[in-house]
């Protein structure tokens, strides 16, 4: 069983930054991608971000490109998402997840290619 924990909920005013952080265990972290999506009140769960295995490729839709980053410690069993210039429209809760599949290494944006998913986070964005 895989259990991932997030952490760095916060409210930040627009233009801010913030950096959430998922730590994992129950598996060797380092064989699978990871993803961050978020989801608002009446809306779909959106993708904002993967990462390979390795760390070496990431991937980001439109919407967040240049503005946030994924990366990753398999060292520390942890997920990162640093988050910068923040807008009112990137409130929502935050989860992340742990991809389907060993040493995948492609763009996966779909809720449904990943197997496990955090408790989700808070992150409130005020104008």
């Known amino acids: 069983q895989v259990q991932l924990v997030e952490s760095g909920r916060g409210l930040v005013q627009a233009g801010g930054s913030l950096r959430l952080s998922c730590a994992a265990s129950?598996?060797?972290?380092?064989?699978?991608?990871m993803g961050w999506f978020r989801q608002a009140p009446g809306k779909e769960r959106e993708f904002v971000a993967g990462i390979s295995w390795s760390g070496r490729n990431t991937y980001y839709p439109d919407s967040v490109k240049g503005r946030f980053t994924i990366s990753r410690d398999n060292a520390k069993n942890t997920v990162y998402l640093q988050m910068n210039s923040l807008k009112p429209g990137d409130t929502a809760v935050y989860y992340c997840?742990?991809?389907?599949?060993?040493?995948?290494?492609?763009?996966?944006?779909?809720?449904?290619?990943?197997?496990?998913w955090g408790q989700g986070t808070q992150v409130t964005v005020s104008s």
């Open positions: 997840a742990l991809a389907r599949g060993v040493y995948a290494d492609y763009d996966r944006r779909a809720p449904d290619e990943y197997d496990y």
């Open positions: 129950g598996r060797t972290f380092s064989s699978y991608a």
